[in-house]
């Protein structure tokens, strides 16, 4: 069956330092995977998409890599800063048939601390 | 991107009554939107995808006839919790698809069911 896991439940790291969150997955292959914020009591806010045919996403201070022989994407935030703390997900989707509205898969997330 | 709302927030009601969300795309015609739900310290699961016009497809081990979902138009979707039980308490998310692959979510609903 389908199996996705975000390397750790739990990273801490000091402000300034980069935070590199992975993703790894088994019996699937994506179309696309996608990385995503979850503050507390709230919903996930979408950050980056990354495609199959694509090795690597920048933007601003987050970096995504995605390797599909490895079934392994990574996720890095440079410069961190503590109002970057929060849970981020990784999801992975397939392209759907006819309007492309694909179904996404989660992971179970990284809970990301950054001390002052 | 696509910005979503949902209402209530919060929701407390007792076993046995039936509890309606809805899910509105407030600047975005929506074809189709997801629900999921997501128990403390665990991730998000697809329930069901929404489809406007037409009858929502769940996902194994989703109750239909437990979760209607009505997609009547391109702005709001609902999710009825009918007869709801303490097991049915949990974190209800909606999400549009812009047709990019990306999703844009609601702030979700937290149900809690005595």
């Known amino acids: 069956s389908q199996k996705i896991e975000q390397n750790s439940e739990a990273l801490n790291i000091q402000e300034g330092k980069t935070a590199t969150l992975t993703c790894n997955y088994t019996n699937y292959s994506p179309a696309y995977l996608q990385w995503y914020r979850q503050d507390p009591g709230r919903g996930p806010v979408f950050l980056l998409l990354?495609?199959?045919?694509?090795k690597e996403k920048r933007k601003e201070r987050l970096k995504v890599t995605f390797d599909t022989t490895l079934k392994q994407s990574l996720f890095h935030i440079t410069a961190s800063q503590p109002a970057d703390s929060a849970t981020y997900l990784c999801a992975l989707g397939n392209e759907a048939g006819g309007t492309s509205y694909g179904k996404l898969t989660f992971g179970q997330g990284t809970i990301l601390t950054v001390h002052p | 991107g696509a910005v979503v709302s949902q209402h209530p927030s919060r929701v407390i009601c007792k076993s046995g009554t039936s509890v309606k969300i809805e899910c509105r795309s407030l600047d975005f015609q929506a074809t189709t939107m997801f629900w999921y739900r997501q128990f403390p310290k665990q991730s998000l699961m697809l329930m069901a995808t929404s489809n406007e016009g037409s009858k929502a497809t769940y996902e194994q081990g989703v109750e239909k006839d437990k979760f209607l979902i009505n997609h009547a138009s391109l702005t709001l979707s609902t999710l009825t919790v009918t007869s709801a039980h303490p097991e049915d308490s949990s974190f209800y998310i909606c999400?549009?698809?812009?047709?990019?692959?990306?999703?844009?979510f609601g702030p979700g609903t937290r149900l809690t069911v005595t």
């Open positions: 999400s549009v698809s812009t047709g990019l692959n990306e999703q844009y």
């Open positions: 990354i495609r199959e045919n694509e």
